[in-house]
């Protein structure tokens, strides 16, 4: 079985002036190409169909994902898997979740703390993510992919960054009406979700949310760290001098 990190999603930052957030659009780009070459895709013939692709698909996911009860066996490949994990997907909902979560949210936060930050802060905040996971659930052999850790990352970095920046959002139980929410409501309504879910969570197959707390935490303690200003040198709060508006104009469609 496979255990997924899964994203949700909204509209994307309307474009500002600076650098291009071209370490965002480049991810974005790999995990789709990445996904659209293996055998998830089922686009490619020479992975066959029926039985013989769902035996490459597993194949595939064993080899590049994370299996925490083999990860520790000290050997070099399982240790690399978290990394490779970060650019797989299970299914097309999962990629495109987790890529429109990235394209909302990465633009603002690789702008801030630049392209070679910004990839360097992904994956190693999406590869701790996942030596979490597997460390709390040490004897599992389900595998584990996706991107959502490095995700969750980006996401908690940027409540800290832009809390009062404004993001349109659908939510089902309204009749899928679009709504503009600070992202500070946002995306805490969202780490509780997560929260909670992972104290349910039995292991069983699904989406990996402790891999989700996991990352936006580091995320945002990242961003405290490396951002903060002294109270003795903060006499106010300044507009996010990476993006060309104030901290209240929004994330808009």
């Known amino acids: 079985m496979i255990r997924s990190m899964h994203g949700t999603g909204t509209r994307s930052p309307t474009r500002s002036a600076g650098r291009h957030p071209v370490m965002t659009y480049t991810l974005i780009g790999v995990c789709f190409l990445i996904f659209l070459l293996g055998p998830a895709s089922g686009f490619v013939p020479a992975y066959g169909t029926g039985e013989a692709l769902f035996h490459e698909q597993t194949g595939h996911f064993h080899r590049w994902g994370v299996v925490p009860r083999t990860l520790w066996s000290g050997r070099p490949r399982p240790l690399a898997t978290p990394f490779t994990a970060l650019f797989l997907h299970g299914n097309w909902l999962h990629l495109l979740g987790n890529l429109l979560f990235l394209f909302v949210f990465g633009e603002m936060a690789e702008r801030r703390m630049g392209a070679a930050r910004f990839l360097l802060f992904y994956v190693i905040v999406g590869y701790a993510a996942m030596l979490c996971y597997a ?75 402790l891999a989700h707390v996991v990352g936006f935490t580091l995320g945002f303690l990242y961003a405290w ?21 104030t901290p209240d104009e929004g994330i808009t469609p």
Not at 163 to 169: D, G, N, Q
Not at 229 to 241: D, G, I, L
Request: charged fraction near 15%; proline fraction near 9%.
């Open 135 to 209: 460390a709390a659930y040490p004897d599992s052999s389900e595998t584990l992919v996706g991107a959502s850790g490095a995700i969750s990352g980006v996401l908690g970095a940027f409540l800290y960054l832009f809390p009062r920046a404004r993001v349109t959002s659908v939510l089902p139980f309204l009749w899928f009406l679009p709504l503009r929410f600070p992202a500070w409501a946002v995306l805490v309504f969202w780490l509780t979700l997560q929260w909670l879910a992972a104290r349910r969570d039995t292991e069983g197959p699904g989406v990996a949310y």
């Open 225 to 245: 760290l490396r951002f903060r200003t002294p109270r003795s040198s903060r006499v106010s709060e300044p507009a996010p001098a990476a993006t060309g508006r």
